[in-house]
């Protein structure tokens, strides 16, 4: 969750760590800190945003030359949000700093132990405590730096990427992973390490993807060494990034949740390119062409995710029961990996996960793999944790996404789900030539579509003038729109704070319905057209409590359009398909009514990027 960057070379670092934070920060934003290495060991830490980082540096009129330096952006696990359990933290003897990303499961016990050795502590953070293991060790055993840091990590149970400064030795970084990404960069003469490779693709497009138990060791002289916690050699493949600067930045736009909307035509096209062509008559997807033989004969499918990426993964049962007629099941993987689940070899499992370092999807991945089945992986990050620990996979290629609440992540996850429907369908002859072709027709439009929607933004903002002071709102779908009402209500709650609830829409007579009254807001997603009277009878329903009805419904429809207090009309697709249009007037509302609401709508309160903790 937290942002990790850090330098060696030599330019000075102070600059370069705060502009790496900044395009770190969407991982974590509770409070941030430096540390710059020159004859002096600088740390600078502040609770708040990085601008208030470099205020206060700016205030304290501090010294930040030196051309060591490592930064730190938080998310807040043990310890509340201040400035003294803000990174870097400093061992005993104030000569050894240490940034921290995960966490240390086994720290009330080593905390208890080193108190015991006349350690103090000065934060509420597991962090310290490792900081205070290595200073201990290094000491007791008159060890270097990174062999310190070595046996001390041996000795701790969790996960963590961290960076190691020590002022006694001023020509080293020292870098390491479990479990919580790590990226090593090398540019000419200089070296950096990040969490991911937003503050390094700047300077440098070569990196090497840590993997867990690694230790590295940068030295000044251009020298690196990369162990594991057994002090044997790890070798790694120098990788090259297809990676932009421009990705990083907002490109005219207010906000990079908005850009990143506004990028859907794009990012759906480029989900797909390659891997269909209608004219042809064929889908098809590399990671599943391998191994069509074992995926061909699953006798289930079960899809893992949190999140965002958990809504994508319904509409993913629904497509793949549909069109591939193969038993679905959806897992929480925060869920999934301790409720002792049935897993065979002949289960065909799904991991979605736009960083490709969520946790408990990890682990989830793990469990499967264990029981031998065939595990597939979705995500929009190369070289992450599960694109490397899953047997096969597709990229979604939807570019960095840095607005917090995913938006691009999840209609490219469900074109790419789609395509392995309709491919995996085929394969099996469970879709009828016509059926397959006309899918495969709808989806090649897709883009075109959202075109056509985001061109009513000015009128979806509209609506959210009318509704924005509301306290509460109800989301509701049917079919294939169900998981759109869920993800519909997430968007809202987390960047408007209204709290807000998706609903299978014929649920919400068995309970919801008291809430109902001329304040609530009730969103219906009404582009069905197998269960249409069924949707129009909810709505009737709604209007007779005197909700106040927003409906998304098809551009040819008449019926709904004079019941709706508000509607936006979308292009008409084949229902399998509609997620993908009729969830973009509800992220254009949800940016809207968060806007109005004075929210900060890239990094809203509570809230990080990549779920790196459990």
């Known amino acids: 969750m937290c942002g990790i960057v850090a330098y060696l070379g030599k330019k000075q670092a102070y600059p370069l760590i705060v502009d790496g934070l900044r395009k770190l920060e969407y991982r974590g934003y509770d409070s941030s800190g430096v540390a710059v290495l020159d004859e002096n060991l600088s740390v600078f830490k502040k609770k708040g945003k990085v601008n208030d980082l470099v205020n206060f540096v700016n205030k304290e009129n501090g010294d930040t030359s030196g051309t060591i330096a490592m930064g730190h952006t938080r998310w807040a696990t043990h310890g509340e949000p201040n400035d003294k359990n803000a990174h870097p933290h400093l061992s ?17 016990t080593l905390k208890n132990a080193l108190i015991d ?22 000491k007791k055993g008159n060890l270097s730096i990174e062999d310190a840091v070595r046996k001390s990590l041996e000795k701790v149970v969790g996960a963590y ?6 002022k006694k030795s001023p020509d080293i970084l020292i870098g390491a992973r479990n479990s919580s990404p790590l990226v090593f960069g090398l540019g000419d003469d200089e070296f950096f390490l990040g969490s991911d490779a937003s503050p390094i693709i700047k300077y440098t497009n070569k990196v090497i993807y840590l ?7 940068i030295n000044r002289n251009g020298d690196y060494k990369i162990v594991n916690l057994q002090n044997k050699t790890s070798t790694h493949q120098i990788k090259e990034l297809d990676l932009k600067i421009e990705e990083l930045e907002k490109g005219g736009f207010d906000h990079f949740m908005l850009k990143e909307i506004y990028q859907q035509p794009a990012t759906i096209e480029q989900s797909m390119r390659g891997r269909i062509n209608a004219a042809e008559g064929w889908a098809i997807l590399g990671g599943m062409s391998k191994h069509m ?11 893992m995710a949190c999140g965002t990426s958990w809504h994508s993964a319904l509409i993913g049962e629904y497509l793949f029961e549909e069109i591939a007629r193969i038993p679905t099941e959806v897992e929480y993987a925060s869920e999934f990996r301790y ?51 899953t047997d096969a996979g597709s990229y979604i290629h939807a570019g960095p996404e840095i607005g917090v609440a995913s938006t691009k992540a999840f209609t490219s996850q469900v074109s790419i789900l789609s395509l392995m429907a309709l491919y995996l369908g085929h394969e099996r002859g469970k879709i009828s030539g016509g059926d397959y072709r006309e899918l495969l027709t709808a989806l090649e439009v897709i883009p075109q579509k959202v075109e056509e929607i985001l061109d009513q933004n000015d009128h979806i903002k509209s609506i959210a003038t009318e509704i924005k002071n509301a306290s509460n709102a109800l989301y509701l779908g049917r079919g294939y729109n169900f998981p759109v009402a869920l993800e519909g209500a997430l968007k809202l709650k987390e960047i408007s704070y209204i709290h807000a609830e998706g609903y299978p829409a014929a649920e919400m007579k068995h309970g919801p319905i008291a809430l109902i009254d001329m304040y609530m807001p009730v969103v219906v997603i009404a582009t ?8 129009v009878s909810n709505i009737q329903e709604v209007k007779a409590r005197k909700g106040i009805v927003i409906a998304i419904i098809n551009e040819d429809d008449t019926i709904i359009r004079e019941m709706a207090d508000f509607f936006v009309e979308i292009p008409t697709t084949a229902e399998p398909l509609s997620p993908l249009l009729s969830v973009i007037p509800l992220q254009l509302l949800s940016y809207h009514i968060a806007l109005m609401r004075g929210c900060n709508v890239d990094q809203p309160r509570n809230l990080a990027k990549s779920v790196t903790v459990e």
């Open 293 to 303: 033989n074992r995926i061909s004969k699953s006798k289930r499918i079960i899809l």
């Open 339 to 389: 409720r002792n689940p049935i897993i065979t070899e002949d289960d065909f499992v799904i991991a979605l996960s736009q960083s490709g370092e969520t946790a408990d999807t990890l682990a989830a991945i793990e469990l499967a793999k264990e029981k031998g089945a065939f595990v597939y992986g979705i995500v929009n990050v190369v070289g992450s944790s599960i694109a490397r620990l």
């Open 528 to 535: 069905n057209q197998s269960a249409y009277e069924k949707i």
């Open 117 to 138: 050795l006349g350690h103090e502590f000065k934060s509420d953070t597991d962090t310290e405590v490792l900081v205070h293991l290595i200073e201990e060790i290094q």
């Open 161 to 166: 990427a961290i960076v190691v400064i020590d």
């Open 211 to 217: 993997e867990d138990e690694d230790v590295i060791t």
């Open 92 to 108: 005993g003897n104030g000569e050894i700093a240490l940034i921290h990303n995960g966490i240390i499961e086994n720290y009330a």
